[in-house]
Antibody, heavy 119, light 107 residues
Framework: QVQLQESGPGLVKPSETLSLTCTVS????????WTWLRQPPGKGLEWIGY???????RYNPSLESRVTLSLDTSTSLFSLKLTSVTAADTAVYYC?????????????WGQGALVTVSS | EIVLTQSPATLSLSPGERVTLSCRAS??????LAWFQQKSGQAPRLLIH???NRATGIPARFSGSGYGTDFTLTISSLEPEDFAVYYC?????????FGGGTKVEIK
């Protein structure tokens, strides 16, 4: 059974870098596309971007200048870095797996990690 | 960017009722639409992809239809566990976008 688990600091100061990792267990990380999404408290969902071990990567243009996604196939970790954060980046961050050999749809999701941006 | 508009924002229904949720795209997205269910405090769960294909393990009471700009998610008979927020999402154009959601609540 594939399981995803997000982890990282729950509190980040404004202007600093938000870093989260997604630990993948029960399946291969190299055979799939991996996606990050986020959801501000009480609001809707936003797609951040995806990456694949082949280095096929795409970001949401609204975040592209600040976001980096990466995969470490040796440790089955999928990472998100978001620089220069503001209060608008406060959200629950989800990692998700692309079904089959595609970047969509997302068949497995992590439980989510709440990140608050505040001084 | 494609805008997805979901209606209504909230539905108040009783168990056993039939539910029809609407999602309209600002431009044609062919059949590249998914529906997700999200319960409070949980991650979204994939219900339907490619407009009408049920995801693995999804009960047959959930069905999707539509093409182009107008899409529908139908729940044939509401079960107590179906009270949740439902989101549509498109993948025909980048960036991928979601609708604002429809909350299905107990009447």
């Amino acid at each position: 059974q594939v399981q995803l688990q997000e982890s990282g600091p729950g509190l980040v100061k404004p202007s600093e870098t938000l870093s989260l990792t997604c630990t993948v267990s029960g399946g291969s990380i190299s055979g799939h596309f991996w996606t990050w999404l986020r959801q501000p408290p009480g609001k809707g969902l936003e797609w951040i971007g995806y990456t694949h071990y082949s280095e096929d990567t795409r970001y949401n243009p609204s975040l592209e200048s600040r976001v980096t996604l990466s995969l470490d196939t040796s440790t089955s970790l999928f990472s998100l870095k978001l620089t220069s954060v503001t209060a608008a980046d406060t959200a629950v961050y989800y990692c998700a797996r692309g079904a089959g050999n595609s970047n969509w749809p997302w068949d497995y999701w992590g439980q989510g990690a709440l990140v608050t941006v505040s001084s | 960017e494609i805008v997805l508009t979901q209606s209504p924002a909230t539905l108040s229904l009783s168990p056993g009722e039939r539910v029809t949720l609407s999602c309209r795209a600002s431009q044609g997205i062919r059949h590249y639409l998914a529906w997700f269910q999200q319960k409070s405090g949980q991650a979204p769960r994939l219900l339907i992809h490619d407009a009408s294909n049920r995801a693995t393990g999804i009960p047959a009471r959930f069905s999707g239809s539509g093409y182009g700009t107008d899409f529908t998610l139908t729940i044939s008979s509401l079960e107590p566990e179906d009270f949740a927020v439902y989101y549509c999402q498109q993948r025909d154009n980048w960036p991928l976008t979601f609708g604002g959601g429809t909350k299905v609540e107990i009447k």
